[in-house]
Structure formats: structure tokens, C-alpha cells
């Protein structure tokens, strides 16, 4: 179900930063876990990060400290703040919802690119593009 927007994707010299932006248009984030994914040309799905409905957070360990996700329930809109980018987090981004029946801490997990195919509401993404 495509119900999510990503945006906010463009080109970043390296070391630069970047906020990504994943808003729901026909249902309420409240209760979902909310994930960003990436992929880039030749690879495979990334789990990049996700935020729990609750609020906690889980990072891939090439993101850790580097990215930082965030909700603004309010706003419907999950966020995905990339500072320090890297050439190689250039990637389309996307991200993906998976509702209050999927376990909230196994979705949101190191297995997060597997447990992409949980998510209850998907997005089309947004080009990231870091140049040298």
C-alpha cells in the first residue's frame, strides 16, 4: 500500500547533511513503526533505521551516530536527520510503516531489511546523492 511520501532526498557534497522526510497521507503514524530503508544501484535493501511507536530507535551500524530518526505524530511525518554523509550513502530512500500486529522490537531490529516485507504501507523514496 503506498501511503507514504518520501522526501527531502537531493545532492550533498561529503560530510555535508541532509533531513529526509516520510509523511503518511491516509492513516495515522501514531501506533506504527516507521522504518527507512535504502537502496543503492546493484545492492541490496538496506534497513537504515526505525523508530518504534512508542518512540525508541534502532540505527544500522553504518548509520549509528551519523543519522538520526525522529516523529512528529502531530505532523504524521517520520524524519530521517543524515549528517556526516558518505559517498556510499548515496541510495534511493524509502521507508515503510508496520502497524501495532507486527512485534514493534522485531520489526524495529538488526533484521530490519528482511522485515521490510512486514510493513503494512510503503513509500516510493527519494534519491540521496553524496558526492566526493
Known amino acids: 500500500e503506498v501511503q507514504l511520501q518520501a522526501s527531502g532526498g537531493g545532492l550533498v557534497q561529503a560530510g555535508g547533511s541532509l533531513r529526509l522526510s516520510c509523511e503518511a497521507s491516509?492513516?495515522?503514524?501514531?501506533?506504527?513503526?516507521i522504518g527507512w530503508f535504502r537502496q543503492a544501484p546493484g545492492k541490496e535493501r538496506e534497513g537504515v533505521s526505525c523508530?518504534?511507536?512508542?518512540?525508541?530507535?534502532y540505527a544500522s551500524d553504518s548509520v549509528k551516530g551519523r543519522f538520526t530518526i525522529s516523529r512528529d505524530n502531530t505532523k504524521n511525518t517520520v524524519y530521517l536527520q543524515m549528517d556526516s554523509l558518505k559517498p556510499n550513502d548515496t541510495a534511493v530512500y524509502f521507508c515503510?510503516?508496520?502497524?501495532?500486529?507486527?512485534?514493534?522490537?522485531?520489526?524495529?531490529?538488526?533484521?530490519?531489511?528482511?522485515?521490510?516485507?512486514?510493513?503494512?504501507?510503503w513509500g516510493q523514496g527519494t534519491l540521496v546523492t553524496v558526492s566526493s
Open positions: 515503510a510503516a508496520a502497524s501495532g500486529g507486527t512485534d514493534d522490537y522485531f520489526y524495529c531490529s538488526e533484521n530490519l531489511a528482511e522485515n521490510y516485507y512486514l510493513s503494512d504501507y
Open positions: 491516509e492513516f495515522a503514524i501514531d501506533d506504527y513503526t
Open positions: 523508530i518504534r511507536s512508542h518512540g525508541s530507535a
